[in-house]
């Protein structure tokens, strides 16, 4: 089964843009199990949009919470409870990407957090990272929280303008792969995504077993 999850260093980084590229690039289906804030286009909706996957393609959320907020936070305001134990990535034979709230420590419940559902999981990490100033701390703090639990790590895919000596650093003190890097799109069209993802990332690295 190829399945990845999609994660990131920070919320608003760019997962669902880069979830929506890997997700056409594989001919694969894109799952969002907490969906927080309902008012905007949902992170399904754009990935739907941008990566021009049809409707069957795009399997439901768990939890569709109507705030904008950590999901700990908009379940209670809308008196939902958060069961993380029961929330499962539907068993398929094509392939499947996964995208969490937020960054890793994201509170689910008082208790729980997403990098727990991942660690229970044990599907290969994707973690979406910026490449501007801040990016190599926080990068290097969500590698030792995946690595801490146990959560095999797949690779980092970088989003932003090329920064040779962060991507470097990042690579060498993270020990992590480069899966590629996106540059920032304008006019972010699902042409100039599929391209750009096409123009940086090997699709043949995802298909690759993890080492
Ligand atoms: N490569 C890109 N080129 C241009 N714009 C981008 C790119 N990546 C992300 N953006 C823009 O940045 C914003 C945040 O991106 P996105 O929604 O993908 O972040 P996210 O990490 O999924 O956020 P969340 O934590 O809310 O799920 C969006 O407006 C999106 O269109
Ligand atoms: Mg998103």
């Known amino acids: 089964m190829m399945r990845f999850v999609v994660t990131g260093t920070d919320t608003g980084i760019g997962k669902t843009v880069f979830s929506a590229a890997l997700a056409a690039a594989l ?7 907490v969906q927080s804030g309902l008012e905007d286009e949902t992170d399904s909706q754009t990935v739907s949009r941008l990566g021009c996957l049809p409707p069957e393609r ?4 768990a939890y569709r919470l109507r705030t ?3 999901p700990h936070m908009a379940a ?3 008196h939902v409870a958060i069961t993380p134990e029961a929330l499962e990535p539907p068993a398929m034979d094509a392939p499947l990407v996964i995208e969490g709230a937020g960054g890793l420590l ?3 419940t008082d208790s729980q957090v997403f990098a727990d559902v991942f660690a229970r999981w044990q599907i290969p990490v994707i973690l ?8 190599i701390n926080h990068t290097l703090l969500s590698l030792e929280a995946l690595r801490s639990r146990c959560i095999p790590v797949f690779g980092v895919a970088f ?10 650093i990042i690579a060498a003190m993270g ?12 006019p972010l069209t699902p042409e100039s995504l599929l391209q750009a993802f096409r123009d940086h990332f090997p699709v043949s690295s995802f298909k690759e077993r993890m080492a």
């Open 159 to 168: 989003i932003g303008e090329e920064q040779a000596e962060t991507q470097r």
């Open 76 to 78: 209670r305001l809308d």
């Open 68 to 70: 904008p907020a950590s």
């Open 58 to 61: 795009i399997l439901p959320e």
């Open 175 to 186: 020990q992590v792969r480069v899966l590629g890097r996106l540059p920032r799109l304008d």
């Open 106 to 108: 994201v509170p689910l």
């Open 128 to 135: 979406c990272a910026r490449t501007g100033l801040g990016t």
């Open 27 to 33: 001919e694969g289906y894109y799952w969002k199990p």
